[in-house]
């Protein structure tokens, strides 16, 4: 693999390749790692470089004129190798059946392949991100090696729901950094192009094939990529920000013919649905907190929840929705102390600073015990002391036209418009949290657990929308479709209409479900790569790109 920064290059140098993948996230070098070590030569351009960088994250900046984001955008999206695997938290799930149906109750729902079909693309994306067994239901008791509970939810109206948690292979306490030692270190067929902004995406005169990138740095050094294929894998907002701006020669955009570029943008709309007692959480923190699962490999966490029955969601035509614990430790949680106190022993050795956490180790061994008992005997985490227990909710959104990216007035330093997202919340995800949090009182209250306070903004009439915030999983503003006219890309990722060009990412779910995108996110860029190699390249018949032109400029 051989790095180049566009900046030590010579200006408008051209370079020629078989596969251009724009952007070095979960998708594009998912993609790329499908292709390492093949005849097929490989370039990755990178807007970022291999350090953090403040001037290339404002051009993540946005205009919003929709319901507020609340999160900052410059610091949920990351323009660096590794993309936005660089800060992720790696919790990862893959999306229900009911995901990929069509229902009455949800307009333009339904996508053009089957969840079955994803299936061994997910365990494929499993073992890419360091996750144990595919598996998500209640077959996951007996491989915890812990009896079902006792305490069961009524079926008919909500189901277990569980998500797990990535692990980088050599550092077994962080989820994966793609851009971390995820491809294999030799691979002389893989170029990357970092501090490489797309400004323009051209297209012969009418619009049906493309044919080259423009790139430029933020000092205005530009070169040009031009390749047999191309996959943009820029994220949510980016993938129909850099359609829309690629205007010059078909005005409305590319792949724009039928005005879907843009539309349709979702998110998962977070909320608190109450709160629990934190002296009186101990059973529902037995019951919906952390599992392990150990292999051979390492020990892999999960986290239990609670969602919606798919019948509960047919019957009351409801969104897919989700709830878990969110734990927030106290000051003098005994474990987190230990865990402080190996640390600072080991860097800086015995200290009169350390004197809070060694009494709250000594004024509750009871608690250690009790923890001890449950790592070495239930094989599970030790239950938190906790300041404050919250009853979060993932919802997904409806699919929406008029939720959408456009292009801002604005302009950022390299003189590209903003992108502008009106996004939309409607009553149907607070209907659908409202009958969640109540189904959760009643079930909890029957099986004797701990029942949550619930939030008061949940029958509020006025300023509910704000209780929803973002979770920074922008989807569905180049969704798949199997016309044109209902969407962007094809069942196979490709632009429709336009031969060549073809998107990655989270951008192209029709519907996103409750659960966090990466998981589906690298299971759909190996299926595309699989695509690419058997139908597009012809594999053993591919001509590899002429390298003469980038080598007598200088670059890799």
Request: aromatic share 8%.
């Amino acid at each position: 693999m051989k790095f180049s920064d566009l900046n030590q290059l010579e200006n408008d140098v051209v370079i020629e390749t078989d596969l251009c993948i724009v952007g070095s996230g979960p998708a594009g070098l998912s993609i790329a790692k499908e292709f390492a070590n093949t005849n097929i030569q490989v370039w990755i351009i990178e807007s970022g470089g291999l350090k953090e960088d403040a001037d290339t994250q404002t051009l993540y900046a946005i205009e919003s004129i929709g319901v507020p984001r609340v999160m900052q955008q410059e610091i949920l999206r990351y323009r660096i190798w590794g993309g936005t695997s660089h800060i992720w938290t790696g919790r990862c799930a893959p999306f229900d059946e009911i995901d990929f149906q069509h229902r009455d109750w949800v307009p333009y729902s339904g996508w053009p392949i089957s969840r079955h079909e994803l299936n061994p693309y997910l365990e494929r994306a499993s073992y890419n991100l360091g996750l144990g067994p595919n598996c998500y239901d209640e077959r996951l008791w007996k491989q915890f090696g812990v009896q079902r509970p006792r305490l069961t939810l009524d079926p008919t109206l909500l189901k277990s729901a569980f998500w797990q948690f990535s692990k980088h292979p050599n550092t077994p306490n962080e989820p994966t950094r793609f851009g971390r030692g995820f491809l294999p270190p030799i691979a002389d067929n893989i170029h990357v192009l970092l501090h490489a902004n797309v400004t323009h995406i051209n297209t012969n005169s009418v619009g049906k094939q493309v044919q080259s990138i423009e790139v430029s740095t933020l000092h205005h050094k530009r070169a040009q990529i031009k390749a047999k294929a191309f996959v943009l894998c820029c994220g949510g907002i980016e993938n129909a920000r850099l359609l829309l701006a690629s205007n010059r020669y078909i005005p409305n955009g590319v792949g724009n013919h039928y005005d879907r570029v843009g539309r349709f943008l979702m998110d998962h709309a977070g909320c608190v649905l109450g709160t629990f007692n934190p002296r009186r959480s101990a059973a529902v923190q037995n019951l919906f907190g952390h599992y392990w699962l150990d292999d051979a490999q390492k020990r892999h966490v999960y986290l239990h929840g609670v969602a919606l029955s798919p019948a509960l969601q047919a019957k009351e035509q409801l969104l897919n929705c989700a709830a878990y614990l969110e734990v927030f430790p106290a000051l003098n949680e005994p474990w987190q102390a230990i865990m402080r106190l190996t640390k600072s022993i080991k860097q800086t050795g015995l200290s009169r600073s350390l004197y809070p956490d060694t009494l709250a180790v000594a004024s509750q061994l009871p608690d250690i015990a009790h923890g001890l008992y449950r790592r070495k005997v239930k094989h599970r985490p030790p239950i938190t002391k906790a300041d404050r227990i919250e009853l979060w909710c993932l919802t997904e959104q409806p699919p929406d036209p008029d939720s959408r990216v456009t292009l801002s007035d604005q302009k950022d330093a390299l003189g590209m418009p903003l992108s502008k997202l009106n996004w939309k919340i409607s009553n149907q995800e607070r209907r659908s949290v409202q009958r969640l949090s109540h189904l959760i009182v009643q079930e909890f209250q029957r099986l004797g657990l701990p029942q949550p306070d619930l939030a008061d903004w949940l029958n509020a009439d006025d300023n509910w929308q704000s209780h929803f915030i973002e979770r920074a999983h922008p989807t569905g503003t180049t969704r798949m479709s199997a016309i044109p006219q209902d969407g962007v890309v094809d069942a196979n990722c490709q632009v429709h209409g336009v031969e060549g060009l073809f998107i990655a990412g989270s951008s192209i779910f029709p519907t996103a479900g409750h659960a966090n995108p990466t998981l589906m996110i690298v299971a759909m860029a190996i299926r595309l790569a699989d695509r690419l190699k058997s139908h597009h390249f012809n594999s053993p018949l591919v001509e590899v790109g002429d390298w003469a032109t980038a080598e007598k400029s200088g670059v890799g």
